[in-house]
């Protein structure tokens, strides 16, 4: 797969065909690409795998332009289960960085420990609209397993998808001035929280949202973090 996309030309789309692509390192995507599964494959058909290591930084794809993702799988196995993320040994199935947009669409993504997807810092975006996401740190011990987090003054809306198993928690609004929206989507069961907002005027708004079997609370507030729920259903 790495061949197939450095070969792309800026804009293009990418489609694979069903099978199984293995990364060797880590993607490096800073040119704008759609990339799709082929179409009448079902995204279980399309899957693209990467083994993350222990106790090393890592992610299986590094996104740093305009890119859409839609109908395939991504399996990201390992990681280290005793680090979070900002420690500087955490493994990211996909890292939102720089300017980077993604918009990901009927897609699931199942890791070890570390994070399904993270948009750090104040340019990086992401979109995440009618995905699987779990289990995501959930088999081992340790608390590191993050659906899908926005650090940093990062962006993100996450719609119409189902995110469960995690070691952690479901969504994650950390560090300074970080916005998140979660509409029409059903979080847990979680280690930790479901909904998590820490720092100051970090928010998160949820709304039409299921949220069910957190550990810790269903709802995290911390540093200065809110969150604004409408028509959220708490099941225990």
Not at 60 to 68: F, M, P, Y
Request: proline content about 2%.
């Amino acid at each position: 797969i790495e061949e197939l996309i450095s070969g792309a030309s800026e804009g293009s789309t990418v489609v694979l065909k069903k099978g199984t692509y293995e990364v060797r390192d880590s993607l490096v995507i800073d040119k704008d690409l759609t990339i799709v599964g082929e179409q009448g494959v079902p995204r279980e058909g399309v899957i693209i795998k990467a083994q993350a290591p222990y106790e090393v930084r890592h992610c299986l794809a590094s996104i740093r332009a305009k890119v859409c993702i839609k109908g395939v799988s991504f399996d990201y196995p390992g990681g280290s289960y005793d680090v979070g993320l900002g420690q500087g040994k955490e493994a990211i199935c996909l890292r939102v960085e720089g300017t980077g947009r993604l918009e990901i669409e009927d897609c699931v993504i199942t890791t070890g420990a570390g994070a399904a997807i993270v948009a750090l810092g104040g340019s990086a975006t992401v979109l995440v609209n009618t995905c699987r996401i779990g289990p995501v740190g959930w088999e081992e011990s340790g608390l590191s397993g993050y659906g899908v987090a926005m650090m940093m003054g990062a962006r993100g809306e996450v719609i119409n998808t189902d995110i469960y198993r995690t070691g952690t928690s479901g969504v994650l609004a950390y560090g300074e001035n970080t916005r998140a929206k979660v509409v029409m989507c059903d979080i847990g069961p979680c280690v930790l929280s479901c909904l998590a907002a820490e720092g100051a005027r970090t928010q998160i708004k949820a709304k039409k949202v299921k949220l069910r079997d957190a550990a810790w609370r269903q709802i995290a507030e911390l540093n200065g973090g809110e969150c604004e729920i409408e028509m959220v259903e708490i099941v225990d």
